[in-house]
């Protein structure tokens, strides 16, 4: 059997940033998981000592607090700097955009839409710098809202796929009299899932590495389950079983923006034992 990569698979340049930040500060405090992989998250409790804060009522003065790859809600990033924390922000670059473009936005009386999982943290941080806020992850949820004006703003979730955001700016676009739409997708993001649907367009089984908290690990693993039926989401190696195997003649791998090389190689390792 053999094994092939995909051309753009694994850490993106935001959970990179994070890591090497957290890594640099031992005996610091990450506010909420610093990125969607508890297998690195451990690693980085065992070699440095970063712990973590699940519930901001848990700090206290003094701390060392990082903020995580997500970012965090304005107003938890107000209790922090009361509590006299010291707070290193590990928010990706790419995040922190949609939270300036929504602030600025919305302070020039616009109404905002942001295409996203309304349960996602790096959609709740970006939610909190508008006044006039709605998430949808559909179009026709778009007709269900009441907008206060008729010039609204858009951005998208860094994760999402480019295609579903396209399908809610033209909805907008039917309906109302100003749009401004803002491509906020990142590229690592584009990248990584045009890699898997080529991939998982040749190979007859595909394994996609990640949290399966991951947002974008899911997306990924929804594009090579509609090309390759036989794909499967693991988190690390223990999860992979023989008989998916038999009779197989080519699998695909692709990782998530948060899995790590070394859980990665793991099952390249087991892999290469199995066939």
Known sequence: MKIKLASSYGFCFGVKRAIQIA????????????????????????EHNVGLYENIDDVTNG?????RTHGIPKDDLKTLKDK???????TCPFVTTPQNIVKKMSSEGYSIVIFGDSSHPEVKGVKSYGEDVYVVLKPEELKTIKFKND????????????EEYVAIINELILTHKEVRAFNTICDATFENQAAAKELSSEADIMLVIGGKNSSNTKQLFDICKANCSESYLIEDETELKEEWFKDKKLCGITAGASTP???IQKCVDKLSNIG
């Open 151 to 162: 010039k609204i703003a858009t951005v998208a979730q860094t994760t999402r796929k480019k």
């Open 63 to 67: 701390d060392t607090v990082i903020i």
């Open 23 to 46: 890594s640099e500060h031992q005996n610091s405090f990450t506010m909420g998981p610093l990125i969607h992989n508890q297998k690195e998250i451990d690693r980085l409790k065992s």
């Open 261 to 263: 090389n070394w859980v």
């Open 84 to 90: 006299d924390a010291k707070v290193i922000n590990a």
